[in-house]
């Protein structure tokens, strides 16, 4: 029986799946003629929905073209799309020609347009959608939803809500368990060599900003003679003095950052997400950077998209830091469990080649 099904289950599989590519089309004949469609603003959003009938392959949609009042080199025409007129000039070719569905794609400032279309097309039997022209702004994991059964759209939110959440848990914990028990024997080596090295704790503890802007105590190995954690703290340079030998060998090989995967397990800290700053540095460039404090809608990480892509360690002008947290966004609106494991993977490869880390 388990001999049988081993080869049975993936051919049933495989064949199943080449039958329902291969009916795929006639299927969708059987439920009648494609729908005709008509999209009204020649803009970006309207641009991108005809893109996107045109390249899905099943669909039933059939885009017969835009609808605007500006004149045609005013507009960004998409391929395979034509103008067919100008707005008063709509409800009389939707009841010509049969139209079944009607996207709005007119800008929010347009509002008196929007009303003025939606009552001439009140004498049509057209489906009618909103398109929201959500390019206004900077969307991170943009989703429509109900509040108390109210429709919204969400602008910003964490990519971690509902099975997400728990999926990126559990991932940490799980990772986080695996390597603390391979690391265990390289952390009390690390830790006697610091005690050794110069006086002072084994564990530098900072104050950095989590999850909601929440304060949260990071765990590092010391690398420095001093332990800063005040209103102002300077960022480590090349040949600064304050490292000390075995500190300046942890931090270029990022081993100072072990400790941090306790803070995952207690739930302050992810395994891959924005790195924390310090809590002065923060202070500093959310008034600096435009969508800063953006990046803590997630738990910070112990690596990130950034590290990986080549913002890791000192960040000393402004535009570098502006590139990370590019990144840090970028990382919120793609989260995957496949991009995690991607970023860890690609950590370890960086910690051996990065020669920008003091």
Same mark, same amino acid.
């Given at each position: #029986? =388990?001999? #049988?099904w081993l080869w049975v289950a993936p051919l049933s599989q495989v064949g199943a799946h080449l039958a329902l590519r291969a009916s795929a089309p006639y299927l969708l004949m059987l439920q009648g003629p494609p729908q005709r469609a008509i999209i009204v603003g020649m803009n970006e959003q309207g641009a991108a929905l005809a893109n996107r009938i045109h390249e899905t392959r099943y669909s039933k949609i059939e885009l017969s073209g835009f609808f605007d009042d500006r004149s045609p080199n005013r507009l960004n025409q998409p391929t395979n799309s034509q103008? =067919?007129?100008? =707005?008063?000039?709509l409800p009389g070719f939707v009841k010509e020609n049969r139209i079944q569905f009607i996207y709005l794609s007119l800008p929010m400032a347009s509002q008196p347009r929007i009303l003025h279309v939606l009552d001439e097309l009140k004498d049509t039997t057209a489906s009618i959608y909103f398109v929201p022209d959500m390019f206004i702004t900077d969307l991170i994991q943009g989703r429509s939803g109900t509040v108390c059964g109210t429709p919204v759209i969400s602008v910003c939110e964490s990519p971690f809500t509902g099975s997400n959440g728990i999926i990126k848990r559990a991932s940490d914990i799980v990772l986080s368990l695996l390597i603390l028990a391979l690391i265990s024997p390289l952390l009390l080596v690390i830790a006697l060599a610091i005690k050794l090295d110069s006086p002072g704790p084994v564990i530098f503890k900072q104050r950095r900003y989590g999850l909601d802007g929440e304060e949260i105590l990071v765990y590092k190995f010391r690398s420095m003679r001093v332990c800063e954690d005040g209103e102002s703290i300077r960022q480590a340079q090349k040949g600064d003095s304050r490292i000390t030998r075995i500190g300046a060998f942890l931090r270029k090989n990022s081993l100072d950052e072990l400790p941090q995967f306790v803070n995952v397990l207690q739930g302050r800290m992810s395994i891959v997400g924005p790195r924390p700053h310090a809590v002065a540095h923060n202070e500093i460039y959310r008034n600096l950077i435009k969508g800063y404090m953006i990046r803590h809608k997630v738990k910070p990480g112990i690596t990130g998209w950034a590290q990986v892509n080549g913002y890791r360690g000192e960040t000393r002008t =402004? +535009?570098?830091m502006q590139a990370r947290i590019d990144h840090d966004? +970028?990382?919120l609106r793609n989260w995957s469990l496949r991009l995690d494991l991607h970023i860890i993977l690609k950590t370890i490869m960086v910690?051996?080649?990065d020669r920008d880390v003091y």
């Open positions: #029986t =388990l001999i #049988t103008l =067919l007129g100008r =707005l008063r000039e =402004l +535009d570098k966004l +970028d990382y910690v051996f080649r």
